[in-house]
């Protein structure tokens, strides 16, 4: 039951502290507000260690969010006997951050449609520059293969650069924006892109998805990002020799999973620095409504681990492995 209230929590909510004294949460809010302050007092009661969370409120205004505190008041015996909370008006606060997500969302969207069109650009525009280049060198050298081999076989140096060109076109437009992200969807762009990784470091690399269905596409390009940025880090500082991707739906949740079983680190240090670009990542992953766990101990590998809540699939998981 409340014993005090100071002025400022008068104003807020209407209530004197006179008339207050002897009522509980109960007595003063409907249901969907009392039962979890009253959850919250009763676990600091129970547990005899301070809380701290947010709070939501409807005010005149509007819903507000609160920072609050709450600690037991122990009597000499060491029993508690009562409690006592401080609340920070923080909607302000929370207003700006989801307004900086908005426009932290807006961007990756914008850079992703970027991609999209570079990879495009140079897909369509330059491959087929290209291609009509190689046409041109390939006829040159069938014309002096006759008369002037020095120069026949400049031309066959030639259409060797320029396969190897288009072929570096190609992965370069790939790497912006895997066109079998939009056109298949989030597994199959996994499938390639751990193949892919495989073939490109020499590193085991293995891939296995159970019970997801078709993932939407701000949520396939976050994954996929996330995917791509973890198993970057593992080429790059793991000296790992193998790496185990997964993706599953489990318990209303989608997650996906990088582990490696490299070098290994300390956590904190990493994520001070954030040489991972696990800022990045995070993110991504909060942006979606998700949110990404790094485990990791020097000389026991790391493992990046992305989940959101999510509805139901239907596909059965399958492995591929090389």
Known sequence: AYKFINSRYEELFGFRNSEIQGKTDHDLFPPEVAEPLAATDLAVLRSKRAWQGEESF????????????????FDEDGEATGLCGISTDITEIKKAQEQLRRFSGNILASQEKE???????????????LTALRMDAVWLHS??????????ERARAMCQLIDHTIDEVRALATRLR?????????????EWYTAEFRRRTGIACTFRHHNVGQVDNLTATAAY?????????????????????????????????????????????????????LAGMRERAGLVGGRLELESRPGKGTKVHFMLPYGNGGEKGRTTTE
């Open 225 to 277: 990002r996330i995917a791509q940025e973890a198993l970057t880090n593992v080429a790059r500082h793991s000296y790992a020799s193998r790496v185990h991707v997964s993706l599953m739906l489990k318990g209303g949740r989608l997650h996906l999973s990088v582990a490696d079983n490299g070098c290994g680190f300390e956590v904190r240090k990493m994520e001070d620095s954030d040489c991972l670009g």
């Open 58 to 73: 409807r005010h005149s205004d509007g819903p507000h969010t609160y920072l609050s505190v709450k600690f037991p008041l």
């Open 178 to 190: 895997p066109g079998v992200l939009d056109d298949l969807g989030l597994i199959e762009a996994l």
């Open 143 to 152: 014309r002096l293969a006759a008369q002037d081999e020095p120069a026949a």
């Open 115 to 129: 991609r999209a069109a570079i990879a495009r650009e140079l897909h369509d525009e330059l491959g087929q520059v």
